[in-house]
């Protein structure tokens, strides 16, 4: 199983956007027909981040997100604009490269 799906509602829109594009995610504007302006970036294995405006749904509370990044000076724990905990990590076999 895998996710193929993953929203994030926030009244932040654009402080969230810089925030999860410096750490590397390509997020792209989008709207879906009559739907609201927000921004997706597919991830490597085909599933989808998407960044909401917290309008027609409610802002999306704690949440605890790890995402794995090609290379850094990792593991980080960091909060994004709106409180949530990201952790970063590295595949183990660039780790120790």
Excluded: K, Q, W
């Excluded at 981040?49 to 790890?66: D, F, H, I, V």
């Amino acid at each position: 199983m895998t996710i193929d799906l993953l929203v994030i509602h926030t009244n932040r829109l654009e402080e969230c956007r810089d925030f999860y594009a410096g750490l590397g995610l390509d997020l792209v504007p989008e709207r879906h027909g009559n739907g609201p302006d927000h921004y997706a970036a597919t991830l490597a294995d085909g599933g989808v981040l998407e960044l909401y405006p917290a309008t027609r749904r409610p802002e999306t509370g704690y949440l605890r997100l790890g995402l794995t990044v090609p290379t850094g000076d990792f593991p980080a724990t960091l909060t994004d604009p709106d409180g949530r905990t990201v952790v970063l990590s590295v595949p183990e076999s660039r780790s120790g490269e």
